[in-house]
């Protein structure tokens, strides 16, 4: 999950900085501000106070949110931080398994979505019910034609997981920290059965992506991972020219 997550907030990043010029952060905070969005369904969150991990624990209960999360079929709303977006981003997160995802949020005042499935990708202007399927020639006039879209969605073999009494907020939580075997690492913590972050951090321990969870279902929407109701672009200028409008 975590590639193909890379790959379309790679593909946020690139269609927002191409309609309004921004440049990257250099100095990334992950989650120290708060976004504010009317326009995007979910609750904007802070990163959540989590005290050092406290007491080891052999076994626990795999919380209701995890084994949703896990499965890699649920639809999830909250922030996300990265090293690209240190002030967040609402995020609506459509996800069924190794077959589709879809991202949808609201960058510099843009409203869209990235829907990818199979070998195919493309860009939902959210506000104008249009969409834009990202070939080849158009990928390659982003500057995103080197970017491999046929990402593997299944977890890693070999992970290992420890489990840590934490305080969230004050509250006795859990986290559950898994290791990939390339030495990646991902934080999950929960109170009780609720699942209120994800941490992600690289083999050198550098922090590279937070996810403040609102909400997680199993239950995804009719409106997601789907083109239906939903209006074919006729061409790429006057996609990008109606979506930079809606600014």
């Given at each position: 999950?975590?590639?193909?997550?890379?790959?379309?907030?790679?593909?946020?990043?690139?269609?927002?900085?191409?309609?309004?010029?921004?440049?990257?952060?250099?100095?990334?905070?992950?989650?120290?501000?708060?976004?504010?969005?009317?326009?995007?369904?979910?609750?904007?969150?802070?990163?959540?106070?989590?005290?050092?991990?406290?007491?080891?624990?052999?076994?626990?209960?795999?919380?209701?949110?995890?084994?949703?999360?896990?499965?890699?079929?649920?639809?999830?709303?909250?922030?996300?931080?990265?090293?690209?977006?240190?002030?967040?981003?609402?995020?609506?997160?459509?996800?069924?398994?190794?077959?589709?995802?879809?991202?949808?949020?609201?960058?510099?005042?843009?409203?869209?979505?990235?829907?990818?499935?199979?070998?195919?990708?493309?860009v939902i202007n959210v506000a104008q019910n249009t969409y834009l399927e990202l070939t080849d020639s158009i990928r390659k006039?982003?500057?995103?034609?080197?970017?491999?879209?046929?990402?593997?969605?299944?977890?890693?073999?070999?992970?290992?997981?420890?489990?840590?009494?934490?305080?969230?907020?004050?509250?006795?939580?859990?986290?559950?920290?898994?290791?990939?075997?390339?030495?990646?690492?991902?934080?999950?913590?929960?109170?009780?059965?609720?699942?209120?972050?994800?941490?992600?951090?690289?083999?050198?321990?550098?922090?590279?992506?937070?996810?403040?969870?609102?909400?997680?279902?199993?239950?995804?929407?009719?409106?997601?991972?789907?083109?239906?109701?939903?209006?074919?672009?006729?061409?790429?200028?006057?996609?990008?020219?109606?979506?930079?409008?809606?600014?």
């Amino acid at each position: 999950m975590k590639k193909i997550m890379c790959v379309v907030f790679a593909l946020l990043i690139c269609m927002s900085f191409a309609l309004t010029g921004c440049k990257k952060s250099k100095n990334p905070s992950l989650g120290t501000e708060l976004v504010t969005d009317e326009n995007l369904l979910g609750s904007v969150h802070q990163a959540n106070e989590i005290a050092s991990p406290g007491e080891a624990v052999s076994q626990a209960k795999i919380a209701g949110d995890i084994d949703t999360f896990i499965k890699g079929v649920f639809y999830l709303e909250g922030t996300m931080y990265t090293e690209d977006s240190e002030d967040g981003m609402n995020v609506n997160i459509a996800m069924n398994g190794q077959q589709a995802i879809q991202i949808t949020t609201t960058m510099s005042g843009i409203y869209l979505g990235i829907y990818h499935e199979g070998d195919k990708t493309y860009v939902i202007n959210v506000a104008q019910n249009t969409y834009l399927e990202l070939t080849d020639s158009i990928r390659k006039m982003l500057g995103l034609d080197d970017m491999n879209m046929n990402v593997d969605l299944t977890s890693e073999d070999g992970s290992a997981t420890k489990y840590y009494k934490v305080k969230i907020n004050g509250s006795d939580g859990l986290c559950s920290e898994v290791t990939s075997k390339e030495g990646n690492i991902t934080k999950l913590y929960t109170i009780g059965d609720k699942l209120v972050q994800v941490d992600s951090y690289d083999k050198d321990n550098n922090l590279t992506s937070r996810i403040v969870v609102s909400s997680i279902t199993a239950t995804i929407p009719s409106n997601q991972l789907t083109l239906n109701g939903l209006e074919k672009a006729s061409s790429f200028y006057s996609f990008f020219t109606k979506m930079a409008g809606d600014q």
